[in-house]
């Protein structure tokens, strides 16, 4: 082997290190600053929504369930009805709910009608308390704080679509 062989191999060697080592950094970099904004954003939920909202609900649920209801967006000083439906994966029975919501990180209206993802558990036998939280693929969080009737067993994932009404 040619001391030019083995020249060029200790200097892939070497930039192979020196690429780990950068692309290490980076990702340390990246998930700081990932956790720092999810600490921002926890944060910023502690104080004033952007926007509130009353609803109602309808939800059957047999392992693959459903839902459906109404209710109205209250955003800088104006009233916006929209309707909703989704779809749940996990759990069983049927509850009706009213309820309120904090709306966080909603800048413009245009952002809030969409698809929101979230995540929940809970038991319901005749009257009952429940919550989630929701986010859209714009960032939009939802909390949610409901009383309802019914029975039923939730433990599971649910997609909700949001449409204004107009």
């Not at 800088?76 to 049927?94: A, I, L, W």
């Amino acid at each position: 082997m040619s001391n030019k062989s083995v020249n060029f191999r200790v200097l892939l060697a070497i930039l192979a290190l020196a690429f780990t080592q950068v692309s290490s950094a980076q990702t340390d970099a990246m998930n700081q600053k990932a956790d720092a904004k999810a600490q921002a954003r926890q944060k910023a939920m502690e104080g004033p929504p952007d926007a509130t909202a009353d609803f109602e609900a309808k939800q059957l649920r047999l392992i693959f369930g459903g839902a459906e209801g109404k209710g109205v967006l209250h955003f800088k000083g104006k009233d916006y009805p929209f309707t909703m439906s989704g779809v749940t994966v996990g759990g069983v029975g049927y509850t009706e709910a009213n309820g309120t919501a904090n709306v966080y990180f909603l800048k413009k209206i245009e952002d809030f009608p969409g698809t929101y993802q979230g995540i929940g558990a809970g038991a319901a036998v005749g009257a009952s308390k429940g919550g989630n939280t929701f986010q859209s693929m714009k960032e939009v969080v939802i909390t949610t704080k409901s009383k309802g009737e019914g029975v039923a067993l939730n433990l599971g994932v649910s997609s909700v679509t949001i449409k204004l009404v107009k």
